[in-house]
């Protein structure tokens, strides 16, 4: 198994290490521009030439994790649009900017880009600069969703792997109330002036 990581965030480089220390082949799709500076970044692409285009990474990888900044997501869905996306796991990480409409979700915008690909959501409640914004180690779950079965059961599979408590919140659809979750613990943080994220659990039994 292989999994492409697209994005060049915190988020993209943190989950890689994890599968890559739990045994699972990584490559990392940036984009044109990404300036590799950061130390890590220079060992991953010296000595293991894992960092690669995004439509590369999206080709080579059966596993593919969305974990890049909204500013780049644009190009992400054109090649996705260009490659062949079929029976491919699509993870989408990341957080759309919150106006006031909780309906202003990736999602729908993914199901285009890639309508032949099994869809989920996980990992966005970390932020794609984890684990930067987790000083104290305190987030040590993760809520996912989507509809397909048993890809639903793969990627919980994934995420308990590297270590997170996998908290199924249900079907695909329900992948902008996982986003407002988000921003909600944002707007928390930023009216208690503290630089860490408040954190807080969606309640499971």
């Known amino acids: 198994m292989k999994i492409g990581i697209l994005g060049g965030t915190s988020l993209a480089k943190t989950l890689g290490k994890k599968y890559i220390e739990a045994g699972i082949n990584v490559v990392f799709g940036v984009r044109s521009d990404f300036e590799v500076e950061d130390e890590e970044w220079k060992v991953l692409n ?3 030439h894992r960092i690669c285009p995004y439509e590369s990474a999206i080709i080579q990888g059966e596993i593919i994790l969305i974990c890049s900044e909204n500013g780049y997501l644009p190009e992400i869905w054109c090649a996705l649009k260009n490659s062949d996306t ?31 690909a099994h869809l ?5 409640n970390l932020g ?17 969703c989507g509809d397909d079965v048993p890809e639903k059961i793969r990627v919980k599979r994934m995420i308990e792997l590297i ?16 986003e407002a979750f988000y ?3 944002k707007e928390i943080t930023w009216n208690k002036n503290e630089r860490s994220n408040y954190h807080f659990k969606l309640v499971s039994f």
């Open 86 to 116: 079929e029976d491919k796991i699509i993870i989408d990480c990341t957080n759309a900017s919150f106006i006031k409409k909780l309906s202003n979700s990736h999602t729908s915008l993914l199901k285009k880009a890639a309508p032949k």
């Open 120 to 124: 989920f959501k996980a990992f966005n």
């Open 163 to 178: 270590g997170f408590k996998a908290i199924d919140a249900g079907k695909m659809s329900n992948a902008f109330l996982l």
């Open 46 to 48: 010296k000595f293991h």
């Open 183 to 185: 921003h909600l613990s």
């Open 128 to 144: 794609v600069e984890y684990p930067l914004n987790d000083e104290m180690g305190i987030v040590k779950e993760t809520y996912y």
